[in-house]
């Protein structure tokens, strides 16, 4: 069941206030938060606050919207107004932002009560939310391994109950792999339908906002709240929002016949056999439920992590050269010369995946290597893009594992960024052609770490996509597993 829905009906039948939903929430981050570090920041006065005006509504017999008074966690590169908002590094350690970001400020107006920060990697550059400046996040279903990232922070608060739902970031897959890796489902929605507008910027053509629930319904509801038209984001779509939570049914058969394309290049060597067993027998599922299974080939789709690793490099070394201690955020003290003060403060303040990420995109954009890497990399990035078109005239539904692997161990593979950067071999090509994906758990290895299943769409179908994920869902009993902790 939805625990918006539950929550939302012991609301409005005053069996629960708003008040006491959200202190219960605090309770569990304050006893959870020594093992998880999950969060960065944590809003106990606002988070009353905002409950407080729920229950005020709900005595005064108005009407609520259903995220009233449900407890969310916000990933800390989203600007909450008066909030500090860090991106996981020194160089913003204090910076406190003067406006709200556009989904924070939906969420805000309906009711939905903003219980943290989360943590994640820097400026969302990393696939474990090891790279943090503050703090490792641990995966609650093995506090030795990692949530995955960037949004890890956000995925435990979601898999461990500290939170019911949370927004995360997804540049390369980091809402769907940590999704993944520790349970819940967790959803990239096509490029421009959320609002960019208060994200901290770090690719900005691959950048977008999604929603982490621990049910297909929960993150329905709450990407029905943040999608949108915003005309401070100047790629934001102009599109109606449908009601994707109400468009849910637990079964396929009363539609066409759904086709679900298996996308064969994600098969094979380098994936974990455990995870590949799993999901071919996920979609299994998908079969017996209804849908005809093909197997499709998109040839371009392991050229992803290259080009992405060139691509969102080069658009980081842009974003963040606004990090110079003039503006804001951390400057050196006492610098030699103004030089020396811009060298200083972005050695100090920037870890060494943000360094090694914005050496890499400015040695591509610089004279003599833009052609030779960046263009080519767009060229690829086309043909990608052309992949997936091709393989929609034939299906409605591409498949494939969300994560190569399950959770592994913090320190594994901290010492050697390009197996760190395999993390993302499945997930990335979907932000390269600017798609809707989402993961859900599809089953457990042999030591009882979640494996996710990853759906992806054509531009603008998430309510196609949450249908599917949710018939699934409902057929198996995989979500309804928690973490003991």
């Given at each position: 069941?939805s ?6 009906r ?9 008040v006491?939903?959200?202190q ?6 304050q006893?959870l ?19 407080r ?11 609520i ?6 407890p ?15 991106c ?15 989904v ?6 309906a009711?939905?009560?903003?219980v943290g ?5 820097e400026f ?12 490792v996040t641990?995966?609650?279903?093995d506090l ?8 890890g ?5 979601v ?11 997804d540049t ?6 940590p999704?993944s ?5 967790g959803?990239?929605?096509?490029y421009?339908?959320?609002?960019r ?28 709240a ?12 102009k ?5 994707y ?8 058969k ?9 996308i ?9 056999p ?6 071919t ?9 209804g849908?005809?299974?093909q ?6 789709f ?29 400057r050196?003290q006492?610098?030699d ?9 972005r050695?100090?303040?920037f ?7 914005i ?6 954009l610089s ?9 080519k990399?767009?060229?690829?990035r ?33 010492a ?16 390269l ?6 993961s859900?758990?599809c089953?457990?290895?042999?030591q ?7 759906l ?14 949710y ?10 597993r928690?973490?003991?902790?």
């Amino acid at each position: 069941m939805s625990l918006i829905r539950e929550l939302h009906r012991q609301l409005t039948r005053k069996e629960r206030s708003a008040v006491e939903i959200t202190q219960e929430a605090l309770e569990r981050i304050q006893s959870l938060e020594p093992k998880l570090h999950s969060f960065l920041y944590v809003t106990a006065d606002h988070a009353l606050e905002q409950a407080r005006k729920v229950d005020a509504k709900i005595a005064a017999g108005e009407e609520i919207s259903p995220l009233a008074g449900i407890p969310i966690g916000i990933k800390d590169n989203m600007c909450t107004k008066g909030i500090p908002t860090t991106c996981g590094s020194r160089i913003l350690e204090n910076f406190v932002p003067p406006y709200e970001s556009a989904v924070t400020e939906k969420l805000t107006a309906a009711g939905a009560v903003m219980v943290g920060k989360t943590n994640l990697d820097e400026f969302a550059m990393g696939s474990s939310t090891e790279n943090s400046a503050f703090q490792v996040t641990a995966n609650p279903w093995d506090l030795e391994r990692v949530p995955g990232g960037s949004s890890g922070g956000s995925a435990a608060a979601v898999a461990s109950g500290e939170c019911v739902v949370a927004l995360g970031s997804d540049t390369g897959g980091s809402i769907r792999q940590p999704a993944s890796l520790c349970g819940i489902v967790g959803m990239k929605p096509t490029y421009g339908l959320v609002s960019r507008y208060g994200l901290v910027a770090y690719a900005s053509s691959l950048d977008q906002i999604g929603p982490f629930g621990r049910t297909v319904e929960d993150a329905a509801i709450l990407l029905g709240a943040i999608a949108g038209h915003d005309s401070r984001d100047a790629t934001s779509l102009k599109v109606s929002i449908p009601d994707y939570a109400s468009a849910l049914k637990p079964d396929l058969k009363p539609r066409r016949k759904l086709k679900i394309g298996v996308i064969q290049e994600t098969f094979g060597q380098g994936l974990d056999p455990t995870v590949e067993a799993t999901v071919t027998k996920a979609v299994e599922q998908l079969q017996t439920l209804g849908a005809e299974i093909q197997v499709v080939s998109c040839p371009q789709f392991r050229y992803g992590l290259p080009t992405y690793y060139i691509i969102a490099p080069s658009e980081a070394s842009a974003n963040l050269a606004r990090y110079d201690g003039v503006k804001y955020g951390f400057r050196t003290q006492n610098p030699d010369n103004l030089l020396s003060m811009y060298t200083e403060t972005r050695a100090q303040g920037f870890g060494a995946e943000v360094k090694r990420r914005i050496m890499i995109g400015t040695y591509t954009l610089s004279a003599g290597y833009y052609d030779a890497y960046y263009l080519k990399a767009q060229k690829v990035r086309t043909l990608i893009k052309q992949d997936f078109e091709q393989a929609f005239e034939k299906v409605d539904i591409l498949v494939c594992p969300t994560s190569p692997t399950t959770a592994f161990k913090a320190g594994d593979k901290t010492a050697d960024p390009l197996s760190m950067y395999l993390n993302d071999l499945m997930t990335i090509p979907v932000n390269l052609a600017g798609l809707p994906a989402l993961s859900l758990p599809c089953g457990f290895d042999d030591q009882g770490l979640p494996i996710g299943l990853q759906l992806i769409g054509n531009v603008l179908r998430e309510d196609l996509l949450l249908e599917v994920a949710y018939c699934y869902e409902q057929s198996t009993s995989w979500h309804q597993r928690s973490p003991q902790l």
